[in-house]
């Protein structure tokens, strides 16, 4: 029987262990999606206690400590965290197979060497344990980002923030632009440009109490579509010259439904007069932010994700309680690929089409997405390739697990080149959640291994060992067009 959790957990041929150990692990992290709050960074209290940072606001432990019968006081709630440590060890011990039991324990042993199997029956000493190691290091944010080689952290900005906590991070002499460019350990922090609100008008009050928000930062009054492109201009080239150098798009279908500029200044009035729009008006006014963004983004560089099939707040009386982000999101199974599609050929047609990664919370979608990304994956005319220019991107959220990583590699790998892929990321608002691209280096290790051992691929340098390094670094660090910082650079 193997140990549980040890130094070859998940390798288990020769070739993976060896590919991790000696290829792979201990490379920097590029972590180009996450949802870490650059206020926190930029102040880098020192943490207090293991239970508030991993249970202050993480809704994947509140979904399996609900299903475990923990009353809400113990997750979204107001309950001592002695008492909700102990609930969320209670709830792992009825979730095998889920990737909370292995990310809470490789959590535990590499930020605090803790090896122990965390129980119901322990979790009190252990949270002592951990307290103890947390108070006598200082641990902070930016320690825990150095403790684990983060070079590049993109957050996640409306376009209407003023980015002055990115501003204050970029400024500090110990750990801004000038720490980074001078060879010392720091992460680059940069800003990432979500503009949702700007395309969601389901509630038209919230959406023109936005719209006023946005054309404040940008400077003008918002009173066609016009001014709303001309606004999320302005906010783009603001967000580019902080560093920004992605987009980001969450979208239960990609809209496609193409209107006149007359049109959509008719829907934008209907909205600023206080009244809703019907469903297809409100699809036309989402396509067409959604492209003018994409457009901006070429012609600057920037990569865009798009992120599709969240059915999100499924839970009304969770909604009022909570509001977004309390765990009452699931997976849509809606049809995607053909709107998708012709949003991504209307694009290339007009040659700005930006480098876009796509990803799906419905896994049977996997190879389908991974097919259509080949279908433009070309450079145009007189354009340098791109490698990779268009990703089927990493398994994410309800997906990204044992199993599910597995099958995300495999089926990609079967219909496209797995090799241009940028990677892991971790999508997660905790400091602590870094040890998930350790558990995803692993698998892909694990599923590299088992190929090369089975005959399946050469063991060729040019194939296995290169293909791990790239995907664990290599790529993201070349393709997102960000400079990392010098410490990360010197790596080879």
């Known amino acids: 029987m193997k140990a549980f959790m040890d130094k070859d957990f998940l390798l288990d041929t020769p070739t993976a262990r060896s590919l991790f150990h000696d290829r792979t692990d201990g490379l920097p992290i590029f972590d180009y ?22 249970l202050g606001g993480d809704h994947y432990k509140w979904r399996i400590m609900r299903s475990n019968g923990a009353d809400e006081s113990l997750c979204s709630g107001k309950a001592d965290w002695a008492d909700k440590f102990v609930a969320y060890a209670a709830a792992l011990e009825k979730s095998p197979g889920n990737p909370l039991l292995h990310w809470s324990h490789l959590e535990l042993q590499r930020s605090y060497g803790i090896n122990d ?43 209407a923030d003023s980015l002055s906590w990115h501003d204050a991070i970029a400024a500090d002499p110990e750990f801004g632009a000038a720490a980074a460019a001078s060879g010392a350990q720091c992460s680059r922090i940069l800003p990432a440009f979500r503009p949702d609100k700007a395309m969601n008008a389901s509630d038209a009050a919230a959406w023109r109490g936005y719209v006023a928000q946005l054309g404040a930062a940008a400077g003008l009054e918002i009173r066609s579509f016009t001014d709303l492109a001309e606004a999320l201009s302005r906010r783009h080239a603001y967000f580019h010259e902080r560093g920004c150098r992605l987009s980001d798009h ?39 932010v959604l492209l003018h963004v994409a457009r901006l983004n070429a012609k600057a560089g920037w990569v865009m994700q798009l992120h599709i099939g969240a059915l999100r707040n499924t839970n009304t009386r969770l909604f009022k309680l909570y509001g977004p ?26 040659g700005l089409l930006p480098k876009t990664i796509v990803y799906s919370l419905d896994d049977t979608k996997n190879a389908s997405l991974a097919t259509l990304a080949q279908c433009f994956a070309g450079s145009y005319s007189g354009e340098k390739g791109v490698a990779g220019k268009l990703q089927y991107g990493a398994a994410w959220w309800f997906n990204d697990h044992l199993d599910g990583m597995i099958r995300h590699l495999v089926q990609t790998a079967s219909v496209s080149a797995l090799g241009p892929w940028v990677g892991m ?59 990392v910082p010098a410490w990360a650079a010197k790596i080879l």
């Open 33 to 54: 999606h996450c949802h870490l709050s650059p206020r926190e960074i930029a102040e880098d209290k020192p943490f207090t206690d293991i239970a508030q940072i991993w």
């Open 117 to 159: 199997v965390l129980t119901s029956r322990n979790a009190l000493a252990i949270r002592e344990r951990a307290n103890a190691i947390i108070r006598e290091r200082g641990d902070s944010p930016r320690s825990m980002l150095k403790a684990y080689k983060v070079a590049v952290v993109c957050t996640t900005d409306d376009p």
């Open 250 to 288: 969450a979208l239960v279908v990609p809209p496609f439904a193409l209107a006149t500029e007359d049109e959509l200044d008719t829907i934008v009035a209907l909205l600023l007069s206080g009244r809703t729009a019907e469903e297809h008006a409100r699809e036309k006014l989402a396509t067409a």
């Open 325 to 350: 982000d309390g765990g009452g999101d699931a997976i849509s199974d809606a049809v995607i690929i053909a709107p998708l599609a012709s949003f991504l050929d209307r694009l290339d047609a007009e």
């Open 425 to 483: 990321l971790t999508d997660s608002r905790s400091f602590l959640s870094y040890p998930r691209h350790e558990y995803f280096r692993r698998i892909l290790c694990k599923v590299v291994g088992r190929w090369v051992e089975d005959g399946e691929l050469p063991a060729d340098e040019a194939y296995a060992a290169s293909l791990v390094r790239n995907i664990s670094w290599f790529n993201a660090r070349d393709y997102f067009g960000v400079e």
